[in-house]
């Protein structure tokens, strides 16, 4: 089952905040983040391990609640550099990294 | 370090052509995976390989095939070319396991347009 990524699309303001959710219906071991800019190839996030960890990667942090089946990605005080298109992916187990299973995405435009 | 290589970047088709589509990475990676995603949309397997010889099919590998014959090489063969073929076409490898600290890496992709 696909993962579902909400909202689908957002525009936000320079320097205004942004949260990304993933959820699932099947229990995960990790949910992947990348993000994808126009016309460009996708590229890695981070990873959010089961655990309940939160990780950061400059301005942009996530969150994964094993439970909820659920992560959450945060941009802070968006730059212009973060638009683009959100992706998650999901896997079930640690030795799963071949059974991805990517969500629609979600398309950040961040105006001046 | 060039991670994931794939060519031509761009390619125009006639319909009934074939054509393949090339893979390499230096990542000495056992997994490799090939995607097409359409406008607008996300990404969608077409098949993936655990390591040389071995391949599977994803979620859409009807009129592809691929082959595995060493670990950096992943090739995407186009068989009898369709306009519903037409998409971008991406590369990706990765480690085996999954670890916190390393993704996928993908390719640049290919833009095919079949016509």
């Known amino acids: 089952q696909q993962p579902v990524q909400s909202p689908q699309a957002v525009i936000l303001r320079e320097g205004e905040d942004a949260v990304i959710n993933c959820s699932s219906s099947?229990?995960?071991?990790?949910v992947h983040w990348y993000r994808q800019k126009h016309g460009e190839a996708p590229v890695f996030l981070m990873i959010?391990?089961?655990g309940g960890e939160q990780k950061g990667h400059e301005k942009i942090s996530a969150s994964f609640n094993e439970k909820k089946q659920q992560s959450s990605l945060y941009l802070t005080a968006s730059q212009l550099s973060y638009s683009g298109t959100y992706f998650c992916?999901?896997?079930?187990?640690?030795?799963?990294?071949?059974?991805?299973?990517w969500g629609a995405g979600t398309k950040l435009i961040i105006k001046p | 370090n060039a991670g994931v290589t794939q060519t031509p970047k761009f390619r125009i088709l006639k319909i009934g052509q074939s054509m393949t589509l090339q893979c390499a990475q230096d990542m000495n990676h056992n997994y490799m995976y090939w995607y097409r995603q359409d406008p607008g949309m996300g990404l969608k397997l077409i098949y993936y390989s655990v390591g040389a010889g071995i391949t599977d099919k994803g979620e859409v590998p009807n009129g592809y095939n691929v082959s595995r014959s060493t670990t950096e090489d992943f090739p995407l063969r186009l068989e009898l070319a369709a306009p519903s073929q037409t998409s971008v076409y991406f590369c990706?490898?990765?480690?085996?396991?999954?670890?916190?600290?390393?993704?996928?890496?993908f390719g640049s992709g290919t833009r095919l347009t079949v016509v």
């Open positions: 992916g999901t896997a079930p187990t640690p030795d799963s990294n071949y059974q991805l299973i």
């Open positions: 099947k229990a995960l071991y990790s």
């Open positions: 959010l391990l089961k």
């Open positions: 990706a490898s990765s480690q085996s396991r999954i670890s916190s600290n390393y993704g996928y890496t």
